[in-house]
């Protein structure tokens, strides 16, 4: 009986910590979406995502672009999420699937991995316009001269895409952008 009430008492704990952290996460403008696996796949293909390539996955989620990355495409990735359960979402996620040795990911504010966009190969964001519009200046202020952008679904302001494709996410047709940093 003890026993049966210290589980439930845990689950409650994890499930209230889990809504309460969906909750702020909508509310300060990050609503946690989880791309599907096509889409995904379809922004690496329209990246040329190769082995050996890095990317950074600003906002990662669960970490499924960056384990898919990793498992087909042989990248390496990081991902930051601010959302305290996203990051142990994905933690456990890419362990999971074995990708631990390839997938790092971090908690906090996407300025802890700024020094990191300028060596990347690849950023990955399935962020809100709203969000991509405050966060553009910074962004294309850092990543590298060889450094492509791909964004599912969502479009910067100032910013023209390169290339896009069409793709299949959440039972709906959309596009995914790549960017490139302007010569």
């Known amino acids: 009986m003890l026993f049966t009430l210290l589980l439930i008492l845990i689950l409650s704990v994890f499930v209230l910590f889990w809504q ?15 791309a599907s696996p096509k889409a995904i796949r379809d922004g690496w293909k329209l990246a040329e995502l190769s082995p050996g390539r890095t990317i950074i ?4 989620g ?11 495409f042989g990248a390496k990735g990081i991902g930051i999420d601010r959302s305290v359960y996203s ?13 631990a040795r390839n997938v790092t990911i971090v908690q906090g504010d996407f300025h802890k991995l700024e020094e ?15 969000t991509l519009a405050q966060i553009e200046p910074w ?17 910067f302001p100032n910013h023209q895409p390169t290339k896009t494709c069409e793709t299949m996410n959440l039972g709906k047709k959309t596009k995914i952008r790549l960017y490139r940093l302007e010569a």
């Open 139 to 155: 962004l294309f202020q850092h990543i590298g001269t060889k450094t492509v952008v791909v964004s599912l679904a969502f479009s």
């Open 87 to 99: 990051y142990w979402s994905s933690k456990v996620n890419v362990w999971i699937h074995g990708q």
């Open 57 to 60: 996955d600003l906002g990662c």
């Open 20 to 34: 309460l952290s969906l909750l702020v996460a909508t509310i300060i403008g990050s609503p946690i979406v989880y």
């Open 62 to 72: 669960n970490a499924r672009s960056l384990i898919l990355a990793a498992a087909e």
């Open 116 to 130: 990191k966009l300028a060596t990347s190969d690849v950023v990955y964001l399935y962020l809100l316009n709203e």
